[in-house]
């Protein structure tokens, strides 16, 4: 039982919410160790969203709102943690939301597949019943995806993951939205738009902007685009951790 008055509640809740999602067979038996590493750097910026970041979401709102084929990417982790938020997205986008994962067993393809319908997700993909094509110059369990989804997209968020497939999506000329707490990653390094934040503040202000630029022209929305760098956004992401450490 959790009790709200403990100092550290907010962050209990998010481990409860993890384990149950392992329990369900949802979490990949990994997924508990890349949430570790995920507290780590949420503490060492301050378990709060920057003003950098808030800068970083206003961006990706932008390209969310300026994209034809936008897809969202899901695995365990992010399942476990926001799957209301991102089904929230996928609705007021009606976008669709696309399976792919790291450890890839069709039982939890079945079990995440389950939470998305049961949140009224209209279309589901990289279900066990897709069709797949490999990702061109990448091997691995992420290298197949949906025909219709992500393979013919040009905008990806791929949430709490960290490898080659950010690279390998963004060669083929797509626009990749990465959520990851570290700042330093292959992930991060490696996408057009990385949001240093913890998804679970991350995902509100995502929807709240999409909503607030919702009417916003496509000129807005580019200048919006052209003036972010990724390069800064990520050295400031890195400044705003050194600036914990100054005494
Ligand atoms: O569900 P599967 O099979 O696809 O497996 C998913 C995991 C997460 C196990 C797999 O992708 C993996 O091993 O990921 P990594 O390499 O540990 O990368 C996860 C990244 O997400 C790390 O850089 C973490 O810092 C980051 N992260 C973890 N939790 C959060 C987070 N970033 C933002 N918010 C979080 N709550």
């Excluded at 890839?104 to 997700?121: H, N, P, S």
């Excluded at 709240?208 to 630029?213: D, H, L, Q, T």
């Amino acid at each position: 039982m959790l009790n709200k008055d403990h100092p550290r509640y907010e962050s209990l809740l998010l481990r409860h919410k993890i384990v149950e999602a392992h329990k369900n067979g949802i979490l990949a038996d990994s997924g508990m160790i890349a949430h570790g590493r995920g507290e780590t750097y949420d503490y060492l910026i301050g378990e709060k969203t920057t003003d950098n970041s808030i800068n970083t979401i206003k961006v990706s709102a932008a390209y969310f709102l300026n994209a034809k084929r936008p897809v969202l990417s899901v695995n365990g982790n992010t399942t476990a943690l926001v799957a209301e938020d991102i089904a929230k997205l996928s609705k007021m986008l009606d976008i669709p939301v696309e399976i792919n994962l790291y450890y890839r067993t069709d039982e939890r393809v079945k079990r995440i597949e389950e939470v998305y319908k049961k949140l009224g997700v209209k279309e589901i993909l990289g279900t066990n019943d897709d069709e797949f094509i490999d990702t061109p110059n990448l091997n691995g369990p992420r290298s197949p995806v949906s025909i219709d989804g992500i393979s013919k997209s040009d905008l990806i968020f791929i949430p709490l993951e960290d490898g080659d497939r950010a690279e390998a999506l963004y060669n083929l000329g797509k626009t990749i939205i990465s959520v990851d707490l570290n700042p330093l990653s292959r992930t991060a390094q490696t996408s057009t738009v990385t949001i240093v934040d913890n998804i679970v503040r991350a995902m509100p202000l995502l929807i709240k902007y999409v909503e607030e630029f919702e009417d916003y022209s496509s000129d807005e929305l580019t200048k919006m685009i052209n003036n972010f760098d990724n390069k800064v956004n990520l050295d400031n992401s890195i400044r705003d951790i050194l600036n914990r450490f100054e005494l």
